[in-house]
């Protein structure tokens, strides 16, 4: 039985993931979608078979679950999409220890996670997609747990593929700026960075439709869009204490 198994899958980028893969793939006879809510999830029709896993990753009790399940069933793991997680707008000391707690778990801790469990499973020529995000490339004032969270997603996903490559399976870690999905509903605390986010902001599809082609072309990163692109070469160009300072100013 080959299989794709996909957090985050109840909506936004990880319910888009679910429909087009189904789309892409002809040999798959299950798609495993992993969401705390994914009971209440209407899926599109798809060629196959959706089995709905309702599991928080932040919680002990996930990982015995899940690992029972391919235990017992032995799935051919083709693909992997890591698409739970979220953000919270706001200075560090204004906003909770749990949530920010909560934050890092589903961010890095349960991603980590699915990997380890998932790819003792994984067949030859199988591909892994983490989503990490443009946040990944530079340090955020008022974002500083997501951005410092995607910055772990960036740099484990790296060197997971290379770990990976003698077995033939790759790792590509998503990069996109903002989404026009339900995480900016949880995401916007405070107004200071909402107008300079939503002026990049793209559609889940095209995002998801890139991130596809990049895994299935083996590349380590997909960065969607030009301004996007921008951002990873500035990171790269510019000391971040100045970036910092830019971004002070501008919010």
Request: charged share 25%; glycine share 6%.
């Amino acid at each position: 039985m080959k299989i794709a198994i996909i957090t985050g899958a109840s909506s936004g980028m990880g319910a888009e993931f679910v429909s087009q893969i189904d789309r892409g793939c002809n040999d798959l006879d299950q798609i495993w979608a992993i969401s705390r809510t994914v009971d209440e999830t209407e899926f599109p029709q798809t060629k196959a078979e959706i089995i709905r896993i309702p599991l928080d990753l932040t919680k002990k009790e996930a990982k015995s679950v899940l690992a029972e399940k391919l235990k017992n069933e032995m799935p051919k793991v083709k693909i992997l999409v890591n698409s739970a997680g979220f953000g919270k707008m706001g200075k560090f000391e204004s906003l909770s220890l749990e949530l920010q707690t909560d934050m890092m778990e589903c961010n890095t801790i349960g991603l980590m996670m699915m990997c380890h469990l998932c790819i003792p499973y994984m067949v030859k020529g199988g591909y892994i997609i983490n989503m990490a995000s443009a946040a990944a490339f530079l340090p955020q004032m008022r974002f500083a747990i997501y951005a410092a969270s995607k910055s772990f997603v960036l740099s484990f996903s790296r060197a997971l593929g290379y770990e990976l490559r003698d077995r033939k399976i790759s790792v590509t870690a998503v990069c996109p700026g903002p989404v026009k999905t339900p995480f900016f509903d949880i995401a916007e605390e405070d107004g200071y960075t909402l107008l300079i986010k939503k002026f990049f902001m793209v559609r889940p599809e095209k995002v998801v439709a890139y991130a596809i082609k990049c895994a299935k072309e083996r590349r380590q990163t997909s960065v969607y869009g030009l301004p996007m692109k921008g951002m990873q070469l500035i990171g790269k160009v510019f000391p971040h204490c100045l970036i910092l300072e830019i971004y002070d100013k501008m919010v």
